[in-house]
């Protein structure tokens, strides 16, 4: 029976590959995504939640056993795990989709379930570390949905977490107001915000390294899972193009102009 404030923490990381940040998002032909043929990465919230896995071991390295990345995607998405790998993480597990598989976020909370589920006796997770939203699609519900299923406490938009022995964990939230400190328990779900840690480049030999570490490679129905969509994409569209500003002479001038727009 696992106790309820465990000595030794496994810590599992969900990671995505997503679009680059950097990348000028277009519409694809179809009309109903977006065009999908170019430089992808490492979601960059995941990329924090990697970095702060990594940073709490080196706090507390008697503490943190082991650091797993997870990765659901097609098989170009080992780069993103080999890319956690690199980081400093221990093992991958890779859960292989179609090239052009969409994936809901429902879809993956239960993917994950499955994963922490599987894992028995001293190589059961603990902790989940996982980024806030993707930046590709934005819904940013995975880490509250995992919490759901798995009945586990969470600890969302975080930009502090400390990890204490006996399982204690303190969460710093970014709200609107301010910020909120949280305290719970293993087991635990972690969602990173921005602000938590600035991640650290990957080093050649680190990298070198990365290409040795284990990835277990799965199917969904090697886990009981069903992928297909609960929703359809009817249309996606390019917001309308900014029209051009122009100067007034004087402050009468700027309200005739604001009576003609009719927002006065």
């Known amino acids: 029976m696992r106790p309820s404030l465990p000595s030794l923490v496994n810590i599992l990381v969900p990671v995505k590959r997503s679009i680059d940040y950097a990348v000028k998002i ?23 939640a990697v970095e702060e896995a990594i940073r709490l071991r080196e706090k507390n390295p008697k503490l943190v056993t082991s650091i797993t990345a997870l ?3 097609p098989p ?15 093992a991958g597990i890779h859960i292989t989709t179609p090239e052009s598989a969409v994936v809901e976020p429902i879809s993956v909370a239960n993917a994950i379930k499955k994963i922490i589920e599987r894992a028995e006796g001293k190589d059961k997770f603990d902790l989940v570390i996982m980024g806030k939203q993707a930046i590709d699609d934005d819904s940013g519900s995975t880490g509250g949905m995992l919490a759901g299923l798995l009945g586990w406490g969470q600890g969302t938009f975080a930009s502090k977490v400390a990890i204490e022995e006996g399982g204690k964990i303190e969460v710093t939230r970014e709200i609107d107001g301010g910020l909120e400190k949280v305290e719970g328990k293993l ?47 009817i249309s996606v569209s390019e917001p309308p193009k900014r029209q051009g500003g122009g100067k007034v002479e004087s402050v009468d001038e700027l309200v005739a102009k604001m009576k003609e727009a009719g927002v006065l």
């Open 187 to 233: 087991p635990l779900i972690v969602t990173t915000d921005l602000r938590l840690n600035e991640p650290r480049y990957a080093s050649l030999p680190n990298i070198m390294k990365a290409k040795k570490k284990k990835i277990e490679s799965l199917k969904p129905e090697d886990l009981g899972l069903d992928f297909t969509p609960r929703f359809e994409t």
């Open 76 to 90: 170009k998405a080992v780069d993103t795990i080999r890319t956690a790998l690199a980081m400093g993480a221990d």
């Open 71 to 73: 990765s659901i995607g």
């Open 26 to 48: 277009r519409v694809a032909s179809d009309g109903k995504g977006v065009d999908t043929t170019v430089k992808h990465s490492m979601n960059p919230f995941d990329e924090i």
